[in-house]
C-alpha cells in the first residue's frame, strides 16, 4: 500500500533530474492520508532518490522539524483562522543562534485541528507568512500516535516506568508502534516538500520523531542531518525491556549528530548501542563519536538554555511591576519557597508537598513564617495517572492548611489554574528559593528562568524597594535527577524520594548566610546568561556542519529493508572486490603472492566451530598445488594447534602467533622472525592478567608461547570494556621497561614482544621471493581485524618488491574503515571468490605440469 502522499515524490523520480526550487515561494502540498502504515510499507524499493546534481543555491538554511510548529490559532467570529508566533516555544527562540543569514523552516503540527476542506488554504498561508509547513494528521491517527505510543509507551519508558501491569504505562500495542511510523513517514514527506538536499539542514526534535532520520536518510543518503532528545534517555536494563528497541536506535543513527542535554543521558544510549547492536564509541579531542557502516555517528552533550531576552522583555512590563507590588504585600513578612511544575507523575509534586510538611513538623518556628506556593500546570498527557496525581495533591494541600495554617496563613498555596507568563515571572521575582524536586525529567528551564527572574531590573528594585547596588540573591533546591542538576553547581541537589532529606535543604535553603546566597546566585546567573537557548543552536549547528564536512567525498549507498534501513559511506578508492576482475588477474599472472587470515578468510560466520572444515581444506590444498602460487596463513593461533588442523595441508605455510612462529611445509621446521633473548616479562604480566581476570567474569587467559591475551569476548560488554582500558594502562606501566608491546584488540588486551606483527610476514615473503628472481605480479592479502592491517600497508607500499605489471588485491572483511582497497561481506563470499580461484588453478593444471609448491598461512586473534 502506497500512501498518497507520495503522489509528488513518486512522479518526481520518474524524471531525469530533480529540482527543488526556493526561488518558488509555493511548494507543491503533500496530501496526508488517514490511514495507518507498516513499517515494511516502503516507497516502492531501497533505491535511494539521488542528489548529485549540484546546487545552486548559496543561502544556508536550516529545516527545524517537530512535533508542534511554533504558532499559536484561533478562529475568529468571522470564521477565519488566525495565526501568530507562540514566543514561548523552543523551536522559535533557538532561531536566534542560528544568524541572521540562515533561512530558517518549520515543520509540524497544529495544537488546533484543521478540516480537510480549510487545509490547502492554511498551509499556504503558514507557508508564505511565518515559513512553517504543517503536517495534518487525522484525529484518530493523531491520538494513537501522541496520546498513544508517544504518551503511554515512549514517555513512561524514557522517565524509567516500566508497564509491569496494564495501570502503568499499559502493554506494548502493535497498532499505536504503526500508527508512529506512519506519523513519521508523514513528517518524512513534508519535509520532501521543501528541501533542497545538497544545501540544507534538517534539525529534528524529541522523542516523537525517532524514526524520522531513517526515512529521510532514504531519500538522500548525504542528508545533513541532526537529532536532538528533550527528554531522558533511559538506561540500558530499562530500554531494552521495549519491543522496537532496536529500530528506535538504528532510526536514531541515520542521524549525522546526535544531542542529549547530559552525559548521562548520553551514556546510557551509546550503552544500549554497544549492548544491542554491537557498537562501540571512539573520543577523540573531545568529540564522541559512533562508528556505523563507515559513517561517524556525532554525539554532542549540552544542555539547553533560556531566550533570556524574552524574560527580560516580560520583567519590563508594566503588569509585572504591579503582579510583583501585589504579591509583595499579599506575602508580606512571610518568606516564600515556589515550586512550577506540571500535573504528571514524574514532577514529585506531591513528594515535594510532602517535604514542606516535614520541614513543618521538625522546624515548628517556621510556620507562619514560611509559605510554599505550587504552581502546577495543567497535564500534557492524559489518564488514570494524571487524575490520581491531582486528587492526591489536592488532599496533601489540604491536609497540610488544615494542620499547621491559622488565621491569615496558609502554609500552602496551591495555583492550578492557567497562569500568564507575566505572573509566573511575578512568583519568581518574590520567591526566596525554588524548589523542582522531580523525579525523573528531561531538562526542566524552570531553575534557569528563576535565576534570571532574581537578576531583576532598574524598575523592580524600586517595587521591591532595593538598592541599585545591593548585591541580587537567589537560592535553588533542585532533585538530581533532571537534566539541568549538573550545570547548577551552586544548588543544594536532592533525592527527591528521600523526603527528610528534601525538607532539611528546604531548611538549610533558608539559614544560608546572605553572602552565599549571593555567591550562588552570581555564579549561577554568569553560566545561565552565558549558555542561554541561541548559544544551545550555535554549538548544535556548529557541530552539525563539522559532522557532515565529508559528505560529498565520501561514496555512499543504502541497504536494508523498512527500519533497518542504512546508509554505507566508504571512501571513493574502497570498493568491493569483482570476483571477476579478481579472476581474470589470476589467470594473467605467473607468479602469485597470497596471504590469508584464517578467522576472517576461512571460519563460516555465526559458526561456533572454529576448526577448518572440509571446503575450506580442499580449497587451500587446490590453492598449493598450483606452481604459481605462495599462499601464506598468518595466524594469531599458538604453532600446536595449527600444525593439528592443517596436518592434510602438506605444502601450506604457516605463520603461528602473528608472525612469530614461521614454517614454510610441514618437512621444514618452524622458524622464528626475529630473536627474543628471553621471555621474563611473562612473569610479571600474568599475574596482573590473573588479577583481572579474577574480578571480571566470564574473562580468560590465553597463554601463547610468544605472547599473553586475556580476553573478555564473554564479559559483561561495558565492565569489560572498562576493565580492558584499566589492564592496558596498568601493564603499560609495569612493562614499561620491558621489550614487549601492549595492545587492545576486539574483546583482547595482548602483550608480545616488540615487533612482531603479520606485517613482517607479508615482509619476509616479499622478500623471499624478490630473492629468488620471482617477483610476484599477483599479489592477494585478506583479513578482517586491526591485526591485518600490519599486512595491508606492507603489500600497498612494497613497488620496489613487486613486478611493475603487478596487481595488489588487499580486500578486508566487511565495509569498514580500512588501509584495504577492496572489501568482500563476509567470510562466505571469500571462500567462493577462493573457489574461483581454485577452479582456475584446476583447469590450468591440464595443460601445465606441477611442481612442488609451497604454502604459507596466516591468521588473526
Request: net charge negative; with cysteine.
Amino acid at each position: 500500500m502506497v500512501s498518497r502522499s507520495y503522489s509528488n515524490l513518486l512522479d518526481l523520480t520518474s524524471c531525469d533530474s530533480l529540482t527543488f526550487g526556493r526561488e518558488k515561494k509555493r511548494f507543491p502540498r503533500v496530501a496526508t492520508v488517514a490511514g495507518v502504515l507498516s513499517e515494511l510499507d516502503d516507497d516502492a524499493s531501497n533505491n535511494s532518490v539521488g542528489s548529485d546534481a549540484p546546487s545552486s543555491i548559496s543561502q544556508d538554511r536550516m529545516i527545524i522539524v517537530g512535533n508542534q510548529l511554533p504558532l499559536r490559532a484561533h478562529r475568529g467570529d468571522n470564521g477565519e483562522w488566525y495565526f501568530s508566533w507562540d514566543e514561548d516555544s523552543l523551536l522559535l527562540q533557538l532561531k536566534d543562534g542560528l544568524g541572521e543569514d540562515v533561512e530558517v523552516i518549520y515543520i509540524g503540527c497544529l495544537k488546533e485541528e484543521i478540516k480537510p476542506s480549510e487545509q490547502d488554504d492554511v498551509a499556504q498561508t503558514l507557508l508564505d507568512t511565518f515559513k512553517c509547513v504543517p503536517a495534518f494528521l487525522p484525529p484518530d491517527l493523531f491520538s494513537k500516535f501522541y496520546h498513544g505510543f508517544c504518551k503511554q509507551h515512549l514517555w513512561p519508558l524514557f522517565h524509567y516506568m516500566l508497564p509491569l501491569s496494564p495501570d502503568l504505562g499499559g502493554r506494548f500495542d502493535r497498532s499505536l508502534w504503526q500508527a508512529y511510523v506512519s506519523v513519521n513517514k508523514i513528517f518524512a514527506d513534508k519535509v520532501m516538500e521543501v528541501i533542497s538536499p545538497d544545501d540544507d539542514f534538517v534539525w529534528v526534535h524529541d522523542y516523537h520523531l525517532m524514526i524520522l532520520p531513517t526515512f529521510l536518510r532514504k531519500r538522500f543518503n548525504r542528508m545533513k542531518l541532526g537529532f536532538f532528545l528533550h527528554s531522558p534517555f533511559p538506561s540500558s536494563e530499562i530500554y531494552r525491556t521495549l519491543p522496537v528497541r532496536d529500530e528506535l536506535l538504528r532510526a536514531l543513527l541515520n542521524s549525522d549528530l546526535i544531542g542529549f542535554h547530559t552525559f548521562d543521558y548520553a551514556r546510557h544510549f551509546l550503552s544500549c548501542c554497544s549492548r544491542m547492536l554491537g557498537l562501540s564509541y571512539q573520543s577523540k579531542r573531545g568529540y564522541i563519536g559512533l562508528e556505523y557502516y563507515g559513517r561517524t555517528v556525532s554525539i554532542k552533550i549540552l544542555p539547553v538554555g533560556i531566550h533570556i531576552g524574552q524574560l527580560q522583555s516580560v520583567l519590563n512590563l508594566p503588569e509585572t511591576e504591579s503582579k510583583v507590588a501585589e504579591l509583595q504585600d499579599q506575602f508580606r513578612g512571610k518568606t516564600v519557597l515556589l515550586g512550577v511544575d506540571d500535573m504528571d507523575i514524574f514532577k514529585g509534586i506531591s513528594l515535594k508537598l510532602l517535604a514542606m510538611e516535614q520541614l513543618l513538623i521538625q522546624h515548628p518556628d517556621k510556620r507562619g513564617k514560611v509559605v510554599l506556593i505550587q504552581i502546577a500546570n495543567p497535564a500534557r498527557g492524559r489518564g488514570k495517572d494524571v487524575l490520581e496525581v491531582q486528587l492526591e495533591t489536592d488532599a496533601t494541600v489540604k491536609r497540610i492548611n488544615e494542620t499547621f495554617g491559622e488565621q491569615g496563613y496558609s502554609p500552602v498555596v496551591l495555583i492550578d489554574t492557567p497562569l500568564q507568563f507575566y505572573e509566573r515571572i511575578a512568583y519568581y521575582v518574590i520567591a526566596e528559593c525554588c524548589l523542582v524536586t522531580a523525579v525523573r525529567d528531561g531538562m526542566n528551564l524552570i531553575p534557569y528562568e528563576y535565576i534570571i527572574c532574581r537578576q531583576g531590573n532598574e524598575k523592580l528594585n524600586e517595587t521591591l524597594r532595593l538598592s541599585p547596588t545591593t548585591p541580587k540573591k537567589s537560592m535553588l533546591v533542585v532533585s538530581e535527577f533532571i537534566g539541568c542538576s549538573p550545570s547548577l553547581s551552586g544548588a543544594i541537589r536532592v533525592n527527591p524520594w528521600n523526603i527528610d532529606a528534601v525538607a532539611e535543604a528546604m531548611d538549610s535553603a533558608l539559614i544560608i548566610p546572605e553572602g552565599e546566597k549571593q555567591m550562588r546566585h552570581e555564579k549561577h546567573y554568569r553560566y545561565v546568561s552565558t549558555h542561554d537557548v541561541a548559544y544551545w543552536a550555535r554549538s548544535f549547528l556548529q557541530d552539525l556542519e563539522r559532522a557532515c564536512k565529508d559528505h560529498m567525498r565520501r561514496r555512499c549507498w543504502g541497504i536494508g529493508f523498512g527500519l533497518g534501513f542504512r546508509v554505507i559511506a566508504l571512501d571513493p578508492n574502497f570498493r568491493k572486490l569483482s570476483v571477476e576482475h579478481i579472476v581474470s588477474a589470476y589467470k594473467r599472472s605467473k607468479n602469485r603472492a597470497i596471504l590469508l587470515d584464517y578467522d576472517g578468510a576461512m571460519m563460516l560466520p555465526g559458526s561456533i566451530i572454529t576448526t577448518p572444515n572440509t571446503e575450506a581444506i580442499g580449497i587451500l590444498n587446490n590453492l598449493c598445488n598450483d606452481p604459481r602460487n605462495v599462499v601464506f596463513l598468518v595466524s594469531g593461533k599458538d604453532r600446536k594447534t595449527l600444525t593439528e588442523w592443517f596436518s592434510s595441508c602438506e605444502k601450506l605455510g604457516i605463520a603461528a602467533e602473528h608472525g612469530y612462529f614461521v614454517r614454510s611445509n610441514q618437512n621444514v621446521d618452524w622458524e622464528t622472525c626475529i630473536s627474543i633473548p628471553d621471555f621474563d616479562w611473562k612473569q610479571i604480566a600474568e599475574p596482573v592478567m590473573q588479577l583481572y581476570t579474577e574480578t571480571t567474569d566470564g574473562s580468560t587467559i590465553e597463554a601463547k608461547e610468544s605472547a599473553l591475551v586475556w580476553n573478555y569476548q564473554y564479559a559483561d560488554p561495558d565492565f569489560g570494556f572498562c576493565q580492558a582500558k584499566e589492564l592496558l594502562d596498568h601493564l603499560e606501566s609495569v612493562l614499561a621497561n620491558e621489550p614487549v608491546s601492549v595492545k587492545s584488540g576486539q574483546h583482547i588486551v595482548e602483550v608480545k614482544p616488540q615487533g612482531v606483527n603479520k606485517g613482517l610476514v607479508a615482509e619476509r615473503l616479499l622478500l623471499t621471493m624478490k630473492q629468488k628472481a620471482m617477483l610476484p605480479d599477483f599479489v592477494l592479502c585478506i583479513g578482517d581485524d586491526r591485526s591485518d592491517e600490519d599486512m595491508f600497508e606492507v603489500i600497498m607500499s612494497a613497488r620496489d618488491s613487486l613486478s611493475a605489471v603487478s596487481e595488489v588485491f588487499a580486500c578486508t572483511v566487511g565495509q569498514k574503515p580500512s588501509k584495504a582497497k577492496y572489501f568482500l561481506e563476509d567470510t562466505t563470499e571469500i571462500l567462493k571468490m577462493l573457489q574461483f580461484l581454485a577452479n582456475a588453478s584446476e583447469r590450468a593444471a591440464t595443460n601445465i605440469p606441477q611442481p612442488s609448491q609451497r604454502v604459507v598461512i596466516v591468521e588473526s586473534k
